[in-house]
């Protein structure tokens, strides 16, 4: 994917990383976005010190992911209610976020 995201015409430096060790600088961003990857990521602890580390002073981190409640809700598992608990394991328990957010350095934290 990052081959062909590099052989289009944009004016985008398109970088190799993982979420748990981040090949940034130390403050060199202002906002830093996640959505959809909590689930995927081996070491969560890691990946929130990473955004807090290539954060400047006073930037922003937001991180989306699913609820236990909206991933019980999705209409596949009618059919397949087997990979429920399975699914549900895969990502963060509730609270989980809240405490690592802040273990990690992140103040005025909101849940929304």
């Not at 748990?20 to 689930?39: K, R, W």
């Not at 010190?49 to 930037?59: N, S």
Request: glycine share 8%; charged share 25%.
């Amino acid at each position: 994917m990052l081959d062909v995201a590099r052989r289009k015409n944009t004016p985008v430096a398109w970088v190799q990383g993982s979420a748990e060790c981040l090949p940034f600088a130390n403050g060199s961003y202002d906002f830093v976005y996640s959505v959809d990857i909590l689930h995927h990521v081996q070491d969560r602890g890691a990946f929130f010190r990473e955004a807090f580390r290539v954060l400047a002073g006073g930037g922003w981190f937001v991180t989306a992911t699913d609820s236990e409640r909206t991933i019980r809700q999705r209409a596949l598992f009618r059919y397949f209610p087997e990979a429920i608990e399975p699914e549900v394991a895969r990502y963060p328990q509730s609270g989980e976020i809240p405490q690592l957010l802040s273990s990690t350095g992140f103040r005025e934290l909101q849940d929304e």
